[in-house]
């Protein structure tokens, strides 16, 4: 045991494998470990590095280890599958992450804390339910539809279906479809007051927390995307700059190039799809109040003038990236016309 120097360990539910390796990376150590036993292990096991996957129950782990006085390093699971040979099985994977864990160039994703899960909880419970309750619309919109009413797309649209629905009184509607439609009327009030208590919950969050406030000073960015960058992302210092940050929530030109010759394409739409999407629609938005008034942010009209309005806003979403990185790591709050200090070399 003393010569075990790096652990890869394959979470599960029930039985977890792990896999150790000395320092020169022989294999020194398999065992299969039942959920009960895991912290019994690792507390008699002498302090180590500790890699594992950045899954589901990873976060929880990464805690409990770190509290024993083990390095935990979580590592994507696409970093690891480059590791893995031949076949499949719980020993091969931990293997694999083990090995994966001690490379230099796999990146370490930093552990969430409990405040920044419950938080991210929030918006994944919330952006659930906006996706129940878009469901709830189209489907009363498309039996009322069957039935020849028809109403203006949008939400006013969709509360004069709902009136429609709860006025007795009304003929279009016959007895049995007012039943049947009456439920999907009451699962969409449900839907709504659960999502505005959500939004409050999100609001306060962000009210507690002071990186979000300094974020939502950026203009396309607002409470929910600001708290939701914080829960996410927690220290930006784990990004070299915020190019990389812009990167890794896949908001830059793919890069494919052979023979000397490169080429970018589309952005990569790699790393967290939801902050992605939050950051877009703001930049949309912004974009949208910027073509009205060009003088509100002249550098995003004159992308408007060179280049259609989805790629314009693509770049303004991947420059909102950049300065929200450049906040969280040197603090402050978002500035118009902002020059940074030149650079200055030194002997």
């Excluded at 864990?101 to 918006?123: F, G, N």
């Excluded at 306060?204 to 000073?217: E, F, G, N, P």
């Excluded at 989805?310 to 500035?335: C, D, E, F, H, Q």
């Amino acid at each position: 045991m003393k010569e075990v120097s790096t652990i890869g360990i394959d979470l599960a539910k029930s039985v977890f494998q792990v896999h150790g390796a000395d320092v020169a990376g022989r294999t020194v150590l398999q065992r299969r470990l039942r959920r009960c036993d895991v912290l019994t292990f690792f507390t008699k096991h002498p302090a180590c590095l500790v890699g594992m996957e950045a899954c589901g129950t990873a976060h929880h782990w990464a805690r409990q280890l770190s509290a024993l006085g083990h390095r935990v390093k979580l590592i994507a699971p696409k970093a690891v599958k480059g590791y893995i040979g031949r076949g499949k099985s719980d020993a091969i994977d931990a293997e694999a992450i083990c090995e994966a864990v001690t490379r230099p160039r796999v990146r370490e994703i930093a552990v969430k804390s409990i405040e920044q899960q419950s938080t991210l909880m929030l918006h994944r419970a919330r952006d659930l339910l906006i996706r129940q309750r878009t469901q709830t619309i189209n489907s009363l919109r498309s039996h009322m539809t069957e039935l020849g009413v028809i109403a203006a797309v949008g939400d006013a649209g969709a509360a004069a279906l709902v009136a429609i629905v709860e006025n007795e009184a009304d003929p279009r509607l016959p007895p049995a479809a007012r039943v049947a439609l009456k439920s999907l009327t009451a699962t969409l009030a449900s839907l709504r007051a659960q999502i505005e208590s959500l939004d409050a919950a999100v609001l306060a969050a962000h009210t507690a927390d002071a990186t979000s406030q300094r974020l939502a000073s950026i203009p396309g960015i607002g409470p929910l995307t600001a708290s939701a960058i914080v829960a996410t992302v927690g220290d930006a210092r784990v990004f070299k700059s915020g190019r990389s940050f812009a990167a890794w929530l896949g908001l830059t030109p793919r890069i494919s190039g052979t023979g000397g010759k490169t080429t970018l394409g589309p952005i990569t739409k790699q790393g967290d799809r939801y902050l992605r999407r939050l950051l877009m629609q703001g930049a949309t938005s912004a974009l949208t109040r910027i073509r009205r008034q060009p003088a509100r942010n002249p550098w995003a009209a004159r992308l408007l003038d060179r280049m259609a309005f989805k790629p314009a806003a693509m770049a303004l979403a991947n420059k909102a990236a950049r300065i929200v990185w450049a906040l969280m790591v040197r603090g402050g709050t978002y500035s118009p016309g902002h020059q940074p200090a030149p650079f200055v070399a030194t002997a």
